[in-house]
């Protein structure tokens, strides 16, 4: 510990039992009750220190995020609690959210989703039909310049756009079977090239 750092903590120790003496002696008559007072505060502060030191531990409890391990080829996706498991790929250099679905084969894009990634509505051909749950809607072919995940990244990757309402892109077996193993562990998709 540097000279600057004791000095610094010496300070404050300093600062805080002035505080403290000045405030048992302007609450001396009734010293059980500011006791009280003394030791819930005391409380609160030590909550507050905690809640900010664990703070990235809550985060992954309460909300996990998806985990790239480039130099192992791995993707690690925590289960929603919806259930799902969701990623966030750059297409063309725009982040997308995707459900990993399984029950697809390709990778469908949102007409949204489309449009935010560069590729233009009107140069589009929807010759195509998928077989929602739905029903039937038009599709149009699609070359993707660029599918990363972290920094894991493939290049002219088919896709299709979905000219119907979609809530989320579909992320399908078309990329899944890139990868060598998909496994769910601890609930956790884990892709693995």
Same mark, same amino acid.
């Given at each position: 510990?540097?000279?600057?750092?004791?000095?610094?903590?010496?300070?404050?120790?300093?600062?805080?039992?002035?505080? *403290?003496? @000045?405030?048992?002696?302007?609450?001396?008559?009734?010293?059980?009750?500011?006791?009280?007072?003394?030791?819930?505060?005391?409380?609160?502060?030590?909550?507050?220190?905690?809640?900010?030191?664990? @703070?990235?531990?809550?985060?992954? *409890?309460?909300?996990?995020?998806?985990?790239?391990?480039?130099?192992?080829?791995?993707?690690?996706?925590?289960?929603?609690?919806?259930?799902?498991?969701?990623?966030?790929?750059?297409?063309?250099?725009?982040?997308?959210?995707?459900?990993?679905?399984?029950?697809?084969?390709?990778?469908?894009?949102?007409?949204?989703?489309?449009?935010?990634?560069?590729?233009?509505?009107?140069?589009?051909?929807?010759?195509?039909?998928?077989?929602?749950?739905?029903?039937?809607?038009? *599709?149009?072919?699609?070359?993707?310049?660029?599918?990363?995940?972290?920094?894991?990244?493939?290049?002219?990757?088919?896709? @299709?756009?979905?000219?119907?309402?979609?809530?989320?892109?579909?992320?399908?077996?078309?990329?899944?079977?890139?990868?060598?193993?998909?496994?769910?562990?601890?609930?956790?998709?884990?892709? *693995?090239?």
């Amino acid at each position: 510990m540097s000279e600057h750092q004791i000095g610094n903590q010496f300070y404050l120790i300093l600062l805080g039992a002035a505080v *403290t003496l @000045w405030f048992f002696a302007q609450n001396r008559n009734s010293l059980g009750r500011t006791m009280q007072h003394a030791m819930v505060w005391a409380l609160l502060f030590l909550g507050v220190i905690a809640a900010v030191g664990l @703070w990235g531990d809550i985060r992954r *409890t309460v909300l996990p995020q998806q985990t790239v391990l480039a130099d192992q080829g791995r993707i690690e996706l925590p289960r929603a609690p919806d259930g799902h498991y969701y990623v966030t790929a750059d297409i063309n250099g725009h982040p997308t959210r995707f459900v990993v679905d399984t029950g697809a084969s390709e990778i469908v894009l949102s007409a949204e989703d489309a449009a935010a990634a560069g590729i233009a509505g009107d140069d589009l051909i929807f010759s195509g039909r998928a077989y929602s749950a739905n029903g039937p809607v038009a *599709t149009a072919p699609v070359t993707l310049d660029s599918v990363a995940i972290g920094a894991i990244e493939d290049r002219n990757v088919r896709a @299709w756009v979905n000219e119907g309402e979609m809530n989320i892109s579909l992320l399908g077996m078309s990329y899944l079977q890139r990868y060598d193993k998909i496994e769910i562990t601890d609930g956790a998709l884990v892709l *693995t090239r």
